[in-house]
């Protein structure tokens, strides 16, 4: 066989994961809005992203991703924009979103009514028992893919569940709820209500005090921590990095990936 063929003959048998490269997972990324990029959910994956954002309405019993009702779109669901690409990558990836044991958070904002969008959400979910985690009888059995509700919050629905695929996104006010961290593993708020700091220069001592008292508050009870309206600032992250936040939320996907590369402690 002639120099040439053999070449052709070896590009073209190569395993298919041989042709591209991965980017590592980053523990700390969270895609803010994550359905305004150009590729939902992938461009984030492609940039190592561990967690991501979607806006849910109710319309007409399905639940379709948006910002506002004037952007719906019926090709828009969070069935085609997340869970079954998510479904597909976790089948592919044996198990997980990024081929290893890092957790990857579905973070879902509820637009509409919290009940009756709730209960089509948790009907939703539960078509994906083989990835997303469960809260049964109290017990939690982690997956691949664990879904936190922020928005519009059915505490009452969700607290008297006995099956649960998702967790509810709390607020600073809720610091010293007695929930548990399976119901409750995240505190988010809007940084601008509790910090003056805008990202630009050094944050104030009487910030950064407040700062590490909320993360150290919210780790005690086992909750994550994460905020946004944070300027995409290298000063804001590297704040955020080095305190503790565990979800950096942005914009700016690979903006934040190179800093968070770059530092190099991504934990």
Same mark, same amino acid.
């Given at each position: 066989?002639?120099?040439?063929?053999?070449?052709?003959?070896?590009?073209?048998?190569? /395993?298919?994961?041989?042709?591209?490269?991965?980017?590592?997972?980053?523990?700390?990324?969270?895609?803010?809005?994550?359905?305004?990029? &150009?590729? /939902?959910?992938?461009?984030?994956?492609?940039?190592?992203?561990?967690?991501? +954002?979607? #806006?849910?309405?109710?319309?007409? *019993?399905?639940?379709?991703?948006?910002?506002?009702? #004037?952007?719906?779109? /019926? +090709?828009?669901? @969070?069935?085609?924009?997340?869970?079954?690409?998510?479904?597909?990558?976790?089948?592919?990836?044996?198990?997980?979103?990024?081929?290893?044991?890092?957790? %990857?958070?579905? @973070?879902?904002?509820?637009?509409?009514?919290?009940?009756?969008?709730?209960?089509?959400?948790?009907?939703?979910?539960?078509?994906?028992? +083989?990835?997303?985690?469960?809260?049964?009888?109290?017990?939690?059995?982690?997956?691949?893919?664990?879904?936190?509700?922020? *928005?519009?919050?059915? %505490?009452? @629905?969700?607290?008297?569940?006995?099956?649960?695929?998702?967790?509810?996104?709390?607020?600073?006010?809720?610091?010293?709820?007695? @929930?548990?961290?399976?119901?409750?593993?995240?505190?988010?708020?809007?940084?601008?209500?509790?910090?003056?700091?805008?990202?630009?220069?050094?944050?104030? &001592?009487?910030?950064?005090?407040?700062? #590490?008292?909320?993360?150290?508050?919210?780790?005690?009870?086992?909750?994550?921590?994460? %905020?946004?309206?944070?300027?995409?600032?290298?000063?804001?992250?590297?704040?955020?990095?080095?305190?503790?936040?565990?979800?950096?939320?942005?914009?700016?996907?690979?903006?934040?990936?190179? %800093?968070?590369?770059?530092?190099?402690?991504?934990?």
């Amino acid at each position: 066989m002639a120099l040439s063929a053999l070449i052709i003959f070896a590009m073209v048998d190569r /395993p298919a994961f041989c042709q591209s490269t991965v980017a590592p997972p980053l523990s700390l990324a969270h895609a803010h809005n994550d359905y305004a990029h &150009t590729r /939902p959910l992938l461009d984030a994956l492609d940039h190592g992203f561990t967690s991501v +954002e979607a #806006d849910i309405y109710l319309v007409d *019993g399905e639940l379709w991703v948006a910002h506002s009702q #004037d952007e719906l779109k /019926p +090709e828009r669901t @969070l069935q085609s924009l997340y869970l079954n690409p998510l479904r597909k990558r976790v089948q592919q990836n044996n198990g997980s979103v990024h081929g290893t044991n890092d957790p %990857f958070y579905l @973070l879902i904002d509820i637009k509409s009514a919290a009940e009756p969008t709730y209960a089509a959400l948790a009907k939703t979910l539960a078509r994906y028992p +083989e990835m997303i985690s469960v809260v049964r009888d109290g017990q939690l059995q982690r997956k691949a893919i664990n879904v936190i509700v922020s *928005g519009n919050r059915p %505490f009452e @629905l969700m607290t008297a569940e006995s099956v649960r695929y998702a967790g509810v996104d709390g607020r600073l006010s809720d610091l010293d709820s007695p @929930l548990p961290s399976h119901l409750m593993p995240l505190i988010s708020d809007n940084w601008r209500k509790h910090f003056r700091w805008n990202g630009k220069g050094t944050i104030s &001592t009487e910030d950064q005090q407040k700062l #590490d008292q909320t993360i150290a508050s919210a780790h005690a009870q086992g909750r994550r921590v994460r %905020f946004w309206a944070t300027p995409d600032t290298t000063a804001m992250w590297r704040v955020l990095h080095d305190s503790g936040v565990d979800m950096i939320n942005t914009d700016d996907l690979a903006g934040l990936e190179t %800093f968070l590369r770059q530092a190099g402690k991504d934990r």
